[in-house]
């Protein structure tokens, strides 16, 4: 069965794991050098490092890009923002994870698809090939991420009113109740 | 002094003084503390969360998720396999549940008796304990009015197979309007409620309430006179500010099971029953796509139920599974869409044609809940082969519901989404293999961590909910059940924690 054997290791545990092969990656793979990424505005962070901030902006536009159905994405509705201000109400715990976590995103071309570029650094195209293939992994610790961010990132763009126009959505009902 | 008391807002002294303390202001505490109260008790009640009424439930998911959620919306089993829906608010679960009344039939108050040795649970001895919680919460059949298009797709596809299916009844107040979105709180105050109905009893009968108190501790608890340790929390209900402790001599614990074991465990209380026999009763999300508008988030969420595939007997308890119509707000069904970039938001776009139903089903008691670091509460549950061979031909049986009802496609939301297009699609069902965060599982109906029973043994707390190994420390919430009570537990928390007070007030 995908993904029993590590059932019962901890959460936290994986993500350790997970840091530490990061870890061996980035010695391997040209050191810092491979943390540069594209730049989105990393001023005023409340929790993430600037390259985390840059990997999981990285990762929340390729969950939800600009364009297809509707032009709007994840940078027009800031989810990477909003991500960074919610872990400033969380337990340490809980952030160490995160941040271990897109750690593992960062280094997972590198790790899992043998490539020698990561996630900030490959093609839009590319990326939304390797993250599907965290939600389909066979490996409990890449869906639990996966699950991770989609359920943050799809709650918060949803919640917004510039969004609800293009899903036919009238917003909240007790303001379209008549007087 | 009679009061509700903001402890973010307002200076709470070091040290309060009563004769009883209950931690949780949902069914459970509310119902122990209004009743006694009433008895003449000098009655504390600590709730961890807000108190959220009126045009401070805003209808808008990351809000209320964050707010009236137990961990902002985001607790999950260890694995990350199931999420746990539970309330963090002044009034608990029935802020944000459906208000689905189900109560516990007589053959689990008779299994209970006979596997677990409750001898006064039998169904004529619980009978007035559950009409009365039924009259607490004006329980009564929703008209066909009420009854939206989502449900009546699953009504429509039920009596085409020739099904059993029933409308629910619920605890909604007539000014209720249907504004569809109770999964995150009524800004018109239409749920009759603990919020609503117990809680302003508590206070008028003398109960002292506070909110955003985390109950952190129970020092002394073999001993006449219990220390609760409390902290204030900050207006988010984030971070932990002031201590303070509340002195009392008896302590009831209503805190749900993922509240009310850990305390226990952190307080070093009772058996090594504590946290064993957790019920987490998951739910498989099932969404249809309709060749015309369903408009599901119009109307009241939650009405109706195929109940054909649903058996309860003394024997086994509840087994089955029922097939509920449910649509949320944008936000929540937005985090389960199982499938990234354009993809994604191409599903999201058919939003208006999306059906959606949950697939319910009872479990066996397996699940546990431990401490991990730094005291933080840890569920440990695994799903059973005998409940995934059910979850597929309950997958089955809902999208057979939905073809038909005339959907074009039903949509189980794995990564990548499961599309079934015709009954020949069903055999695909089959090899799902229901692996941990395969698929986006809930569970809303906790139960059990501090399991009542007869002999010490089989549980950790006895038959009138006192926890094994303390002294006066009771369980009056759904974690003293010994295994899943109803499909919905509203009811039968009300039932049992009416029972409980009742023989606490006449010093039982």
Redesign the interface.
């Known amino acids: ?4 054997p590590l ?1 019962l290791v ?3 545990r994986v993500l350790q794991l997970g840091l530490g092969t990061g870890a061996v990656a980035l010695l391997g793979g040209g050191g810092l050098t491979l943390l540069r990424g594209s730049a989105p505005d990393v001023a005023n962070l409340k929790r993430l490092s600037p390259q985390q901030f840059r990997t999981l902006s990285a990762l929340a536009r ?4 600009a ?4 032009a709007l994405g994840a940078d027009d509705a800031q989810l990477a923002r ?1 991500f960074d201000a ?1 872990l ?4 340490p ?1 809980h952030v160490r994870d995160v941040q271990r976590a897109l750690h593992l995103v960062e280094f997972g071309p590198i790790l899992f698809d043998r490539r020698l570029k990561t996630f900030s650094h490959l093609p839009p195209a590319e990326q ?1 090939q390797h ?2 293939g965290w ?2 992994s066979d490996l ?1 610790l890449r ?2 991420v ?3 961010f ?3 990132l ?6 917004r009113p510039e ?2 126009p ?4 009238p917003g ?3 303001e379209r ?1 008549p007087t | 002094m009679s009061t509700l008391t903001d402890c973010a807002l307002t200076a709470v002294p070091a040290h309060i003084d009563c004769d009883i303390c209950v931690i949780g202001s949902g069914y459970g505490g509310a119902t122990a503390a209004r009743v006694l109260a009433e008895a003449g008790r000098d009655v504390v009640v600590l709730e961890e969360g807000g108190d959220y009424t009126g045009k401070l439930l805003t209808q808008r998911d990351a809000a209320m998720y964050d707010q009236l959620y137990i961990q902002r919306g985001g607790a999950t089993t260890e694995d990350m396999g199931i999420s746990l829906l539970a309330g963090r608010v002044l009034g608990g679960g029935g802020v944000i549940n459906a208000c689905d009344v189900v109560p516990a039939e007589d053959a689990i108050w008779r299994m209970w008796q006979t596997r677990f040795g409750l001898k006064d649970f039998g169904p004529e001895a619980m009978a007035p304990f559950n009409q009365q919680g039924l009259a607490d919460l004006g329980a009564r059949p929703m008209r066909a009015d009420q009854i939206n298009r989502n449900n009546a797709i699953l009504r429509q596809g039920a009596s085409a197979l020739h099904w059993r299916g029933e409308v629910m009844e619920h605890n909604r107040a007539e000014h209720c309007k249907g504004l569809g979105t109770c999964l995150v709180g009524c800004p018109l105050d239409a749920k009759q409620n603990a919020r609503m109905i117990l809680i302003p009893k508590a206070i008028s009968a003398g109960a002292r309430v506070f909110c955003r108190a985390r109950a952190v501790r129970i020092e002394a608890g073999s001993s006449e006179q219990k220390r609760v340790q409390c902290r204030s929390l900050d207006r988010r209900g984030y971070h932990e500010q002031q201590g303070f402790e509340v002195r009392a001599r008896i302590v009831i614990l209503a805190a749900n099971p993922l509240g009310t074991a850990p305390l226990l465990l952190r307080s070093g209380l009772g058996n090594s029953q504590v946290g064993r026999h957790l019920s987490l009763q998951p739910q498989v999300p099932l969404l249809a796509l309709f060749p015309q508008p369903v408009d599901a988030f119009l109307g009241i969420p939650q009405a109706y139920a195929i109940t054909q595939f649903a058996t309860c007997d003394e024997t086994r308890g509840h087994s089955g599974f029922r097939i509920e119509g449910i649509m949320g707000t944008p936000g929540i069904v937005g985090s389960l869409v199982p499938q990234a970039g354009s993809a994604g938001k191409e599903l999201m776009t058919h939003w208006r044609n999306i059906a959606a139903s949950l697939l319910l089903l009872p479990d066996e008691s397996v699940g546990r809940i431990v401490l991990g670091a730094a005291g933080v509460a840890v569920v440990r549950y695994e799903l059973t082969a005998e409940w995934r061979g059910r979850a597929r031909q309950a997958i089955r049986a809902g999208a057979r519901a939905y073809f038909a009802a005339g959907a074009q496609v039903v949509v189980l939301p794995t990564v990548p989404p499961m599309l079934l297009k015709s009954e020949a699609d069903l055999a695909r069902v089959d090899a799902l293999s229901l692996a941990p965060a395969t698929l986006p599982l809930l569970s809303a109906h906790q139960q059990g961590g501090v399991r009542m029973a007869a002999r010490e043994q089989d549980g950790a707390a006895d038959p009138d909910g006192r926890v094994y190994g303390a002294r006066d420390v009771y369980v009056m919430d759904s974690s003293g059940f010994p295994t899943t009570a109803s499909s919905h537990t509203m009811a039968p928390i009300l039932a049992v924690a009416h029972r409980q007070a009742a023989r606490l007030a006449q010093g039982g």
Do not use: C
């Not at chain 1, 364009?67 to 509707?70: A, E, L, R, Y």
């Not at chain 1, 799809?154 to 919640?159: H, Q, R, S």
């Open positions: 069965m995908p993904g029993r059932a901890t959460r936290r390729t969950h939800l890009p364009g297809g159905p509707f909003a919610y400033e109400g969380e337990p715990a939304l993250w599907l939600g389909q409990l869906r639990q996966w699950w991770g989609a359920k943050f799809g709650l918060v763009f949803y919640d969004v609800w293009h899903i036919g959505y909240p009902s007790l109740l």
